[in-house]
């Protein structure tokens, strides 16, 4: 190898190296919350969160669907109450069957589990609207699991007086291939 095509690879090896280092630096970074070269903290993440849209899995073929975007903002990480977001759910057999959308009222997470209500605003279910309702959600990757506040009583609308953060068990199962359910968990400020 002549001593300029020496130079030239050695040149090019060193300018791969630091190519590296600075993705890693820049990774390292970002996922520490600090911006590349920032010496001060990036936004705080969100205190707490329920994303994600699924299928239950029923063995009579009930077509059954439910939809978070429920996120408690990192300045409320005190208080569940100032979560905001929306829900829609639907379920349908042979036809038949009703849907609901609202707005997200509370959110307490913990570890992999949510607990979330919300208020109807939309539905074709008679007396749903204005109805409080409740979400448990377990989120196990691929077999992510649910709960809703009218599992005792079979209807959204047969709840009454519903506190805000109250839900049942996540008894459901999420039908395979047909969506993920994701929780951030709560970070408030008076847990260690």
Known sequence: MSRNASASARIRVAAGVA???TVACTASATASGRSPGADSPTKPREAAALTGSAKLSRTLGDDITFTFDAHLAAEHRTDPA???GTFRFSHYL???G???RGRIDCLVTGGKVAVATGVITGSDLP???GKRVGFTVHDLGRHDRLGYSWAS???PVETKDLPKCVSSAPFERVKNGTGD???LPWQ???VE
Do not use: Q
């Open 19 to 21: 190519a590296l280092i």
């Open 82 to 84: 100032k979560a905001t």
């Open 94 to 96: 042979d036809g038949e």
């Open 98 to 100: 009703a849907w609901a």
């Open 127 to 129: 007396g749903a609207k």
């Open 153 to 155: 009583v079979g209807n």
């Open 181 to 183: 359910f994701r929780v």
């Open 188 to 190: 408030p400020d008076f």
